[in-house]
């Protein structure tokens, strides 16, 4: 599914994302990720998440938040991917420079926080 703004922007515009804050005694899940491009011909990137204290739950989309468990969005500038696993395939991605979000998300789409901080890595791509 696709959405029109990341998380920052919504924040900006004063929508609010629904957070899941940490309590000290959870275990603080990581995120972090590689992207590459695919062979000329082939199109598009491939992503790979690497999490700590978090594993991918698609089963338990929609039901109770736990503190290392959900699912993660994929951000490519402001349009969402939500992923459901540690590999992910962008298509169609428009040329020039695009920042890539990649955020923490629970069973009932709570973004992850930690004294305020979404859970999410960022890297910046250049599609030519």
């Given at each position: 599914s696709?959405?029109?703004?990341?998380?920052v922007?919504?924040?900006?515009?004063?929508?609010?994302?629904?957070?899941?804050?940490?309590?000290?005694?959870?275990p603080?899940?990581?995120?972090?990720?590689?992207?590459?491009?695919?062979?000329?011909?082939?199109g598009?990137?491939?992503?790979?998440?690497?999490?700590?204290?978090?594993?991918?739950?698609?089963?338990?989309?929609?039901?109770?938040?736990?503190?290392?468990?959900?699912?993660?969005h994929?951000y490519?500038?402001?349009?969402?991917?939500?992923v459901?696993?540690?590999?992910?395939?962008?298509n169609d991605?428009?040329a020039?420079?695009?920042?890539?979000?990649?955020a923490?998300?629970?069973?009932?789409?709570?973004?992850?926080?930690?004294?305020?901080?979404?859970?999410?890595?960022?890297?910046?791509?250049?599609?030519?």
């Open positions: 696709e959405q029109s703004m990341g998380p922007a919504m924040a900006s515009m004063g929508m609010t994302l629904k957070t899941y804050d940490l309590k000290p005694t959870d603080v899940p990581t995120v972090n990720f590689d992207i590459t491009q695919d062979p000329a011909g082939m598009g990137w491939d992503v790979h998440i690497t999490t700590t204290n978090f594993i991918f739950t698609p089963e338990n989309v929609n039901k109770a938040p736990i503190a290392n468990q959900g699912h993660a994929i490519v500038d402001d349009a969402m991917h939500v459901y696993g540690n590999w992910y395939h962008l991605i428009p020039g420079q695009h920042l890539i979000t990649v923490l998300f629970t069973n009932d789409h709570s973004i992850f926080s930690l004294n305020g901080e979404y859970i999410e890595a960022k890297k910046t791509i250049t599609q030519y």
